[in-house]
């Protein structure tokens, strides 16, 4: 079998690696019109960091895994052919700020319809609203009516900096496609790709509607229980609860389980935003506004709490941080991954300059450029940014600390040095609840944290 996936990103690259590393016998050729992305891919610093990706990619790549730009040559040699490619929440037009911007998956079908002469399954892997397969199909049927092209949805349920994890061990491979004879042989194709190493009993198939509707109400599922904790965390503050016991005690009932009951600073990445505003979208369109309110409301909770973060800066620092050096510890959206979308990061720092503060910012696996674009900023404001090498280079004189992401080694810190270094009273804040803030506070810090301090 010969298979390819449309989009080098984070789904496309690592899911093909594994498919390539796990089926041997199977040729996997990811393609993109990105020819330095898929340089990177060819090299040995890859354009995304994951744990466990650069080993499963050396060991594959030339063997059974292709990185090109030859997009056509592959979509016409392929039999099975993922389409992974972004689906933004729309900037123009109808759907603005809520609506998946679909002009990329449509671009896809266009091309494949173009390309191929004989009969392909198409799988979409992007995160896309449901009936988005109508869509292809027409496109499809549309353009080259005599060939049976079959569509099939196999959403990922990735989590980013345990994506190989995930994709070795998944909680469940979820499958769907049509009912009709040709859509049933799709449906197993695929199949028979994961069955080489998932246990069939965690490969579900079903419809092709509830396959895309499923990847959307995972996502607001998980963003709303992070949203709930921090609602919680706030009233934990003011009553002198601690929100990390609260969570602990609820964590125990089996009905609710301990799993996203971790208070922050908010949520980020790509997904969670993005597919709650298109959840709440379609709800409007299928003319279910209080459905559309409910889910709106796990979108407010989570600004809320980024803002409170700020304000509980400005309070400590006696409402102005003008001019004063804020060290930044941080600015992936989570550990073990070099992903900015969306990371609460770039909102609270955007804020702080606001405020005229001064930012020193580490992150071990972020870059410069990465931050600057992140952050798209006047060239003033860039200027009172500091950009580190290490944590404590970035603590280094300065007021306050922030800790925005849960990389493991900011628990190995040596706080004790790092307090002497700076400007008292030394402010830390946990946004992650990383710290053992208890300790921190007995070196002399005026320590706080989100639902802790």
């Given at each position: 079998m010969k298979i390819c996936c449309i989009g080098a990103g984070y789904v496309g690259g690592p899911t093909m690696a594994m498919i390539a590393s796990k089926c041997p016998h199977i040729q996997v050729a990811?393609?993109?019109?990105?020819?330095?992305?898929?340089d990177?891919?060819?090299?040995?610093?890859?354009p995304i960091y994951e744990p466990g990706l650069h080993e499963i990619v050396q060991g594959a790549r030339g063997e059974n895994l292709y990185f090109s730009t030859e997009v056509d040559r592959y979509i016409q040699e392929s039999e099975?052919?993922?389409?992974s490619v972004n689906t933004p929440t729309k900037e123009y037009g109808s759907g603005l700020g809520q609506a998946a911007d679909l002009r990329f998956v449509e671009a896809c079908a266009r091309k494949i319809a173009e390309i191929s002469t004989t009969p392909k399954i198409i799988v979409e892997k992007s995160t896309v609203p449901v009936r988005t397969a109508e869509m292809v199909q027409t496109i499809l049927k549309s353009?080259?009516?005599?060939t049976p092209h079959q569509v099939v949805s196999n959403p990922e349920f990735l989590a980013e900096g345990t994506a190989i994890t995930d994709l070795l061990d998944p909680d469940r491979v979820l499958i769907g496609g049509e009912t009709t004879v040709g859509g049933k042989k799709a449906v197993e194709k695929v199949v028979e790709i994961y069955s080489n190493w998932v246990a069939k009993d965690r490969i579900i198939t079903t419809n092709l509607w509830s396959s895309e509707l499923?990847?959307?109400t995972a996502?607001?599922?998980?963003?709303?229980?992070?949203?709930?904790?921090n609602a919680i965390s706030a009233l934990c503050e003011e009553t002198g609860a601690h929100v990390d016991e609260v969570a602990r005690a609820i964590g125990t009932d089996s009905r609710i389980?301990?799993?996203?009951?971790?208070?922050?600073?908010?949520?980020?990445?790509?997904?969670?935003?993005?597919?709650?505003?298109?959840?709440?979208?379609?709800?409007?369109?299928f003319r279910l506004p209080e459905v559309a309110e409910y889910w709106e409301q796990v979108i407010h909770m989570n600004e809320y709490q980024k803002e409170r973060f700020v304000r509980r800066i400005l309070e400590a620092m006696f409402n102005t941080v003008s001019g004063k050096k804020i060290a930044i510890l941080g600015f992936a959206f989570k550990k073990d991954t070099n992903d900015t979308r969306e990371s609460p990061a770039i909102a609270i720092c955007r804020r702080l300059l606001e405020e005229k503060a001064t930012l020193a910012i580490y992150d071990p696996k972020v870059s410069k450029q990465a931050i600057i674009n992140s952050l798209n900023l006047p060239d003033e404001q860039i200027d009172s940014?500091?950009?580190?090498?290490?944590?404590?280079?970035?603590?280094d004189q300065s007021h306050c600390i922030a800790v925005l992401t849960e990389w493991d080694e900011f628990r190995e810190i040596n706080f004790e040095s790092v307090y002497q270094s700076m400007i008292k009273p030394a402010i830390l804040f946990d946004g992650r609840n990383l710290l053992d803030l208890e300790k921190i506070k007995a070196i002399g810090f005026n320590a706080k944290g989100i639902g802790v301090g």
């Open positions: 990811v393609v993109d019109i990105n020819q330095e992305r898929i990177a891919w060819n090299s040995d610093t890859l099975v052919i993922f389409i353009t080259s009516p005599e499923s990847k959307l996502n607001a599922f998980l963003a709303q229980r992070i949203s709930s904790i389980g301990p799993k996203f009951l971790k208070s922050s600073v908010g949520f980020g990445g790509s997904c969670f935003q993005k597919d709650i505003l298109n959840l709440c979208y379609l709800c409007r369109y940014i500091q950009f580190c090498e290490s944590a404590m280079e970035a603590c």
